[in-house]
């Protein structure tokens, strides 16, 4: 089986608010997804699905064949939309929580990534700014040698320059093997780095393709394609 994360006609509802809407999807491993949809679309409430954080009312979302559980969580790298450590923890700290938790997780590799954001160990995650909280996430997150990472929103709050950092971060530090699967507004800055991409919009699925499809086949970036879908 190629497929990594398959969805069958997922729905998930928060009261009279419909979030996934009879949502269905493969993806295969090894390769780079771009999850684009505008706001309210239904991708975080995707995102938690396939964590584990929610459950579906009525479909399913597999991964590697199985359920959410903890035994797909074992193989998933999370980054979520909004910090999630508490402020009183040094960067130390995080990095002894996370070698602590995850059997995949490399503190050498997230040192080194510290050292090039000249991000301080000793410094206390409350008195970093926004934008360097968010680094130290994605540092941790993509120092597990994991088999799928979902990242939501990773280079929303950054400036332009940490933003190539960061895509390089995740190009040059996931496995090959593994599946990537990134939700974000700032389409341009990671479409060359996307094998495919999925639109969602009202938690329905409106696109599936190949990246390289839509600029050959449409002749579009899929900046433009995206401006054209979800124009007002």
Same mark, same amino acid.
């Given at each position: 089986?190629?497929?990594?994360?398959?969805?069958? #006609?997922?729905? @998930? $509802?928060?009261?009279?608010?419909?979030?996934?809407?009879?949502?269905?999807? $493969?993806?295969? @491993?090894?390769?780079?997804?771009? &999850?684009?949809?505008?706001?309210?679309?239904? $991708?975080?409430?995707?995102?938690?699905?396939?964590?584990?954080? &929610?459950?579906? %009312?009525? /479909? !399913?979302?597999?991964?590697?064949?199985?359920?959410?559980?903890?035994?797909? $969580?074992?193989?998933?790298?999370?980054? =979520?939309?909004?910090?999630?450590? %508490?402020?009183?923890?040094?960067?130390?700290?995080?990095?002894?929580?996370? *070698?602590?938790?995850?059997?995949?997780?490399?503190?050498? @590799?997230?040192?080194?990534? &510290?050292?090039? &954001?000249?991000?301080? =160990?000793?410094?206390?995650?409350?008195?970093?700014?926004?934008?360097?909280? *968010?680094?130290?996430?994605?540092?941790?997150?993509?120092?597990?040698?994991?088999?799928?990472?979902?990242?939501? !929103?990773?280079?929303?709050?950054?400036?332009?320059?940490?933003?190539?950092?960061?895509?390089?971060?995740?190009?040059?530090?996931?496995?090959?093997?593994?599946?990537?699967?990134?939700?974000?507004?700032?389409?341009?800055?990671? *479409?060359?780095?996307?094998?495919?991409?999925?639109?969602? #919009?009202? /938690?329905?699925?409106?696109? #599936?393709?190949?990246?390289? *499809?839509?600029?050959?086949? @449409?002749?579009?970036?899929?900046?433009?394609?995206?401006?054209?879908?979800?124009?007002?």
């Amino acid at each position: 089986m190629n497929e990594l994360i398959t969805i069958n #006609q997922a729905t @998930k $509802k928060f009261g009279a608010i419909v979030a996934v809407d009879d949502f269905s999807v $493969k993806i295969p @491993k090894g390769v780079i997804v771009g &999850l684009l949809g505008p706001n309210g679309s239904g $991708k975080t409430t995707l995102i938690k699905i396939l964590n584990g954080l &929610l459950t579906c %009312d009525s /479909g !399913e979302a597999l991964i590697n064949g199985m359920p959410p559980s903890p035994e797909t $969580k074992a193989i998933i790298s999370y980054l =979520p939309d909004r910090n999630y450590f %508490d402020d009183w923890m040094t960067v130390n700290d995080i990095l002894s929580l996370f *070698e602590t938790f995850y059997e995949d997780f490399n503190r050498a @590799k997230a040192e080194a990534m &510290l050292e090039d &954001l000249r991000i301080d =160990p000793k410094q206390r995650f409350k008195h970093l700014s926004k934008g360097t909280k *968010e680094k130290v996430q994605l540092v941790m997150v993509m120092s597990r040698n994991a088999q799928l990472y979902l990242l939501d !929103e990773p280079i929303g709050g950054v400036d332009p320059a940490t933003r190539d950092y960061i895509i390089n971060t995740i190009i040059k530090n996931y496995n090959p093997d593994a599946t990537v699967l990134i939700s974000t507004h700032l389409i341009s800055d990671v *479409e060359n780095v996307l094998d495919e991409v999925i639109f969602i #919009q009202e /938690g329905r699925m409106v696109l #599936q393709s190949p990246v390289d *499809e839509i600029r050959e086949k @449409k002749g579009l970036s899929v900046d433009a394609l995206f401006r054209e879908v979800f124009k007002c």
